[in-house]
């Protein structure tokens, strides 16, 4: 009898221990540095929920964000599609307020939102810092975008190239919202997609670059954090972790898009993100006539970084390719050609980094900076 009953005890006590892990969720930390002068904050600003066509409750969505290493994150249900309508109610303002003492509890901002979804040629517009999302349910699509302005919204385009590729899915009507000053954003990245002319666009008009899930399903079901994976994201250099912080970022464009070991964004923002991530160890190298020196590369970052020399070095070689994986070192192997005269230069080994776009097909563009004293 006793057996059985230690039994039992050991059992439910294990049950207790498995139900408190399970609460104590694990956060995985997205590292990126600061830059000078303001926060990096992870956000994610395009999200939906079984109050539109998500399958999944909104507290859901928060636990999910907050595991995944996200601060910021927009709930953006549908107005107009609601094919649940049936089993949950049409207020368009309900998401939010579901998730709101949730995340404020796990110290998340969320940010009141909706996506405003209406047919080619107009496309798909989310609408953040919105102050009713029930107001935005109007026949009309650009009634619709004039009175989430009106609330004083931050309004992007969604999947620019989701059904239409090219330079003609720029038509009247964006134009129109970009002269209005309705439209301040763009997607260029939306879930595992890149569209390099909604990028294009981004740099050429002044527009905001984001990236986001746009996620309707479990994210563990497109994301694997256990094999280093991310969500796609938005990368948002505020001054401080605030609502009104980071609605001044986002109007003053201080963003850069993260998907898939990718980074998009404007020179000054890219170029800071990488600088600080990467350091050079061991960077005092010694080459004795044709000896080797090997000097360690260190990557802070939660982005990997593929580099591609510009250049050969004088006087050595150097790798004319280098991945940097996240998180990790590497060693870069020098190697000196002799005949070079004795002395101490300072050298920077020219790269361009192929994974990390300013504009389409133009990779940032580094140095790696060491000092090399040649001995005869």
């Given at each position: ?99 709101k003492p949730f995340a404020d509890k796990l110290h998340m901002i969320l940010i009141k939102a909706s996506e405003i979804t209406r047919d080619e040629p107009h496309g798909h ?202 998180g990790k070192t590497v060693m870069m192997l020098l190697k000196g050609e002799g005949g070079v005269a004795a002395g101490t230069k300072q050298v920077s080994l020219p790269y ?25």
């Open positions: 009898m006793f057996p059985r009953f230690l039994q039992s005890v050991l059992f439910a006590c294990f049950c207790l221990c498995a139900v408190l892990q399970a609460y104590a969720a694990e956060r995985a930390e997205v590292q990126f540095p600061d830059l000078p002068g303001y926060q990096t904050l992870k956000c994610d600003f395009h999200i939906h929920t079984v109050f539109s066509d998500g399958l999944v409750w909104p507290t859901v969505r928060v636990e999910e964000a907050w595991r995944n290493g996200l601060d910021v994150m927009a709930i953006s249900d549908h107005i107009e599609y609601l094919p649940h309508k049936e089993d949950v109610t049409t207020n368009l303002n309900r998401s939010y307020e579901v998730a517009f989310n609408a953040l810092f919105i102050t009713d999302a029930n107001a935005l349910n109007v026949d009309n699509e650009q009634d619709a975008i004039r009175i989430a302005n009106e609330q004083g919204a931050f309004v992007f385009w969604n999947h620019p190239e989701w059904k239409r590729k090219g330079e003609s899915t720029w038509g009247e009507i964006q134009q129109g919202y970009l002269e209005k000053g309705w439209m301040k954003g763009i997607e260029p990245f939306n879930a595992g997609e890149f569209y390099p002319t909604a990028f294009k666009w981004g740099i050429e008009k002044n527009l905001t670059i984001l990236g986001n899930t746009d996620i309707h399903r479990p994210i563990d079901d497109l994301y694997d954090y256990h094999i280093g994976q991310h969500r796609t994201m938005t990368l948002v250099f505020a001054t401080e972790k605030s609502e009104p912080a980071i609605k001044e970022a986002l109007l003053a464009r201080r963003t850069v898009a993260f998907s898939d070991d990718k980074l998009l964004g404007e020179e000054q923002w890219v170029k800071p993100l990488f600088n600080l991530a990467v350091s050079v160890r061991d960077r005092d190298a010694v080459l004795k006539g044709k000896g080797e020196y090997m000097v360690g590369i260190h990557n802070a970052s939660a982005c990997s970084y593929d580099l591609e020399a510009t250049s050969k070095g004088e006087g050595f070689t150097y790798p004319q390719t280098l991945h940097l994986p996240a361009r980094v192929q994974n990390v776009l300013t504009a389409p097909e133009k990779p940032l563009e580094v140095t790696l900076d060491l000092n090399v004293q040649f001995v005869e």
